[in-house]
Nanobody, 125 residues
Framework: QVQLVESGGGLVQAGGSLRLSCTAS????????MAWFRQAPGKEREFVAA????????GYADSVQGRFTISRENAKNTVYLQMNSLKPEDTAVYYC??????????????????WGQGTQVTVSS
């Protein structure tokens, strides 16, 4: 079982930056590919970015490409999402997700059995 805890959300003006963190706690050793998804009010959950266990594979939604960067520190069991040049349309609850293995999972949320509780990001215009 993997428990995920996100942090770093908040209120920021358009053009600003935030860094989200997701720390995984697990009872047994394991390697997990991870991802970030988001859900805005009245909209479906959407893929933001994903990363393999090694960090060698990453992917981004077109809407955040060039503005967001996903990275990880496996020694700290933590994945980050650096968000720059934020726009009001980035406003959403951001969720961290983990696969049950090390392989890059991409944008298919069905491949991620473990989810955090979410952290709110609000970008004002």
């Amino acid at each position: 079982q993997v428990q995920l805890v996100e942090s770093g959300g908040g209120l920021v003006q358009a053009g600003g930056s935030l860094r989200l963190s997701c720390t995984a706690s697990r009872r047994t050793g394991g390697t997990y590919a991870m991802a970030w998804f988001r859900q805005a009010p009245g909209k479906e959950r959407e893929f933001v970015a994903a990363i393999s266990w090694s960090g060698g594979s990453t992917g981004y939604a077109d809407s955040v490409q060039g503005r967001f960067t996903i990275s990880r520190e496996n020694a700290k069991n933590t994945v980050y999402l650096q968000m720059n040049s934020l726009k009001p349309e980035d406003t959403a609850v951001y969720y961290c997700a983990a696969r049950g293995d090390a392989y890059y999972g991409g944008s298919d949320y069905n491949l991620y059995p473990y989810w955090g509780q979410g952290t709110q990001v609000t970008v004002s215009s």
